[in-house]
């Protein structure tokens, strides 16, 4: 069964920091590994990651696939307060179904 | 464009009680999901379809849950009888591409079983 387990559970943190989200994964057969914002309502993505794409980046947000070790970062820099949300991961692995498995997330916090 | 719609946006039922959840998916997206979302977890596949075609309900509770996508366009998720476990957030989302992984979600209905 394939497994995601995201760290921190929660981060609070000051206007201005920067933070690094993490996301590790087991996973049967992997094929790509997403990065989700969800605010008070649906997910809204954010990047996905694959063997051909390892590094993404967009604006203050930047993540990086190690394949090898099998886990993911999300680094958010110059955080604003907007930014507070719960971040998830998830990953497809191949075969005949491809849903999308996901992390607990990680419910950041910005304060003023 | 308009995004995926679904409806009740909230519903308060009593257990054993049945519910019915309703999903409109972005035009042209052949592919459907339900999720599952329990307050301080992660979304939980279950069920997905490929036009109106089942492609995995290996994580639906089948002797409580049914969804059923017709015409391949809209869906309806049933819980019938309801649990007090089944409180939870559904979500719907869509793809136009199958197994890419960027998948439009509605924004969910909020089910509170008493």
């Known amino acids: 069964e394939d497994k995601v387990v995201q760290s921190p559970l929660s981060l609070v943190v000051h206007e201005g920091d920067t933070v690094t989200l993490n996301c590790s994964y087991e996973?049967?057969?992997?094929?790509?590994l997403l990065w989700y914002k969800q605010e008070k309502k649906a997910p809204t993505f954010l990047f996905m990651l694959?063997?051909?794409?390892i590094e993404k980046k967009s604006g203050r947000l930047s993540s990086i696939l190690d394949k090898k070790e099998l886990f993911s970062i999300l680094n958010i820099t110059a955080t604003q307060t907007g930014d507070s949300a719960i971040y998830l991961c998830?990953?497809?692995?191949?075969?005949?179904?491809?849903?999308?498995?996901f992390g607990k997330g990680t419910h950041l916090i910005i304060q003023p | 464009e308009a995004g995926v719609a679904q409806s009740p946006r909230y519903k308060i039922i009593e257990k054993r009680q049945s519910v019915a959840f309703w999903c409109n998916p972005i035009?042209?997206?052949?592919?459907l999901y339900w999720y599952q979302q329990i307050l301080g977890q992660g979304p939980k596949l279950l069920i997905q379809?490929?036009?109106?075609?089942?492609?995995?309900d290996s994580q639906l509770p089948k002797d409580r849950f049914s969804a059923e996508r017709l015409k391949g366009v809209d869906s309806t998720l049933k819980i019938q009888p309801a649990k007090l476990e089944d409180s939870a957030v559904y979500l719907c989302?869509?793809?136009?591409?199958?197994?890419?992984?960027?998948?439009?979600f509605g924004e969910g209905s909020r089910l509170t079983v008493l």
């Open positions: 989302a869509s793809s136009f591409y199958r197994g890419t992984g960027e998948l439009f």
């Open positions: 996973v049967t057969n992997f094929r790509s």
């Open positions: 694959t063997s051909s794409g």
């Open positions: 998830a990953v497809t692995s191949g075969g005949g179904a491809d849903g999308l498995t």
């Open positions: 035009s042209g997206h052949a592919t």
């Open positions: 379809f490929q036009n109106n075609g089942v492609v995995d």
